[in-house]
Structure formats: C-alpha cells, structure tokens
T-cell receptor, first 115, second 112 residues
C-alpha cells in the first residue's frame, strides 16, 4: 500500500540551531513530494515541492528539502531555526499517473523551537 | 490561506442534524477538495471535484455529501449518518488535480 511516514511525532530544537524534519514514503514510480506547515487552528500553508531535477529544493521562509530517491526520503531542513517556526509540519506525496489526484499526507510532526 | 475562505470558523451540531460547511475560492481553480483532520492522523480525503457539476468520493465519504454547482463554491454537508463528526475540516483547491493544493483556514465542527 502507498504510504507516507513521518517517524517523529515531535522535534525539539534550540533557536539558531539547524533543524530536520524527516519524511519517507512508499510509492511506486516518481511521485510529486510536498511539505506543508500548519499553525494552530489554521489551514495548511504550502512550503515547497519536488517534481524533478535538483535534489535540493528551496521553499518559503528559508526552508529547503532534500530528495533522496534510493532512500525514498524527502527531509525538510532549515539551517537556523526560529521560535516562530514552531508549528505542525506535514509531508505529502502524490503518486504519478494520469489519475494522480490523490495526495497522501503523513501524520504530521510537531516542531518546537526553544528560545 | 490565500483566496480560499471557509465558514463558519466553529460549528456546533446537534444529534440528528445535518450541517453545511462553506468553502469559496477566488483563485479560478478548477479542482476543489474536502479533508478531515483528526489529531495524530494527518488529513483524510472526503470528496474532491475536478470540474463544475462533477465530484468523486474520497477515502471517507460515508456520512458526507457535496455539490459543485459553481466553480468557486464547494459546500460540504455533514449528515446525521456521520456518527463521529467532531473534527477539523479543511477545504483546498488547485488549478488541476495534478497541481499543488492550497488550503482554506478550516472549520472546527463540534457535537453538542
């Protein structure tokens, strides 16, 4: 079955330190990969996506993500965390194909950045 | 949250009552979606629509209904058949089903 895993329920990091939020997926073919962020009682905000090309994708608010095909991973990274980055982060995968409407979301990882 | 609005922000449902959640977008997007979010479970697709007057069931459509009479509107009705409706409901839209989805601010549904 196709799936997305975010192995950490919560990630804690000190302000100014680099952060990584992990995502692995189990989807055949070459899927589209996404990261979204959600602040309390708000909708999801799009951060970045990977379709093809350079394995390092840059997105909004200084975030970037690294695609690794052999490990089927798409980890979200930021060189220097801010307290305002504290939020819930979702990895999402859309399988390839003509009927590729269905985006599969991970369960989410809560990022807590301590001042 | 872009050009997608959802109303109300909070909604209370009584037993046996149908309630309707509104979703409107001014992005000229063809595709629209409804998701349900429960703690620790990510998002689950309820219904989606690729074009006006067409919609398809997602993974958890039972107890829900939708309509797509206008391009900019995709209301979701939570019927009395949905026995566990308490959740955060998110509407999204995209230029097509292959493109990035953009989300509204959500509606929290609570049962009295």
């Amino acid at each position: 079955a196709q799936s997305v895993a975010q192995p950490e329920d919560q990630v804690n990091v000190a302000e100014g330190n680099p952060l990584t939020v992990k995502c692995t997926y189990s989807v055949s073919g070459n899927p589209y990969l996404f990261w979204y962020v959600q602040y309390p009682n708000r909708g999801l905000q799009f951060l970045l996506k990977y379709i093809t090309g350079d394995n390092l994708v840059k997105g909004s608010y200084g975030f970037e993500a690294e695609f690794n095909k052999s490990q089927t991973s798409f980890h979200l990274k930021k060189p220097s965390a801010l307290v305002s980055d504290s939020a819930l982060y979702f990895c999402a995968v859309r399988p390839p194909g003509g009927g590729g409407f269905k985006t599969i979301f991970g369960a989410g990882t809560r990022l807590f950045v301590k001042a | 949250d872009g050009g997608i609005t959802q109303s109300p922000k909070y909604l209370f449902r009584k037993e046996g009552q149908n309630v309707t959640l509104s979703c409107e977008q001014n992005l000229n997007h063809d595709a629209m979606y409804w998701y349900r979010q429960d703690p620790g479970q990510g998002l689950r697709l309820i219904y989606y629509s690729q074009i006006v007057n067409d919609f398809q069931k997602g993974d958890i459509a039972e107890g829900y209904s939708v309509s797509r009479e206008k391009k900019e509107s995709f209301p979701l009705t939570v019927t009395s058949a949905q026995k566990n409706p308490t959740a955060f409901y998110l509407c999204a839209s995209s230029t097509s089903v292959q493109e990035t989805q953009y989300f509204g601010p959500g509606t929290r549904l609570l049962v009295l």
